[in-house]
């Protein structure tokens, strides 16, 4: 009989080491995944943190060139003034016309960017009234 127990033994042994080598390799999975989660976790963590500071960088950038461009056109428009001022001779009312560029119409904008001249949509027209 002890060598039935021995067998039934080693049997079981074998059997709890197949288990056991079976757990530790789901185990194992389980580790590498939570790793590459944290991993994963924190590279998304840096890009969002190194997106923020390069929009803090552009938004200061564009203050910056907001402030240049509003710099050099009090500059210009000061220039402007001097230049007209002294164009206009003495005694003579109002001044010469402007050499700015005139705004840009609707149209124009629509099509700098690639868009047809403005169309109204149907719901948009109000109804014609009746006499």
Do not use: C, W
Request: aromatic share 6%; proline share 8%; net charge neutral.
């Amino acid at each position: 009989m002890p060598e039935a127990y021995s067998a039934d033994l080693s049997q079981l042994e074998r059997r709890f080491q197949e288990k056991k080598a079976a757990h530790d390799k789901v185990r194992d999975r389980y580790l590498e995944t939570v790793d590459a989660l944290v991993k994963a976790t924190q590279e998304r963590r840096e890009a969002t943190a190194r997106e923020e500071r390069l929009m803090e960088a552009l938004n200061q950038v564009q203050n910056e060139l907001t402030h240049a461009a509003a710099d050099m056109g009090y500059a210009q428009a000061a220039r402007d003034t001097a230049s007209d001022s002294a164009a206009i001779p003495r005694g003579h009312v109002g001044a010469p016309p402007s050499t700015k560029t005139p705004p840009m119409r609707l149209d124009e904008i629509r099509r700098s960017f690639g868009f047809g001249p403005y169309e109204p949509h149907p719901t948009d027209i109000p109804p014609r009234r009746r006499r």
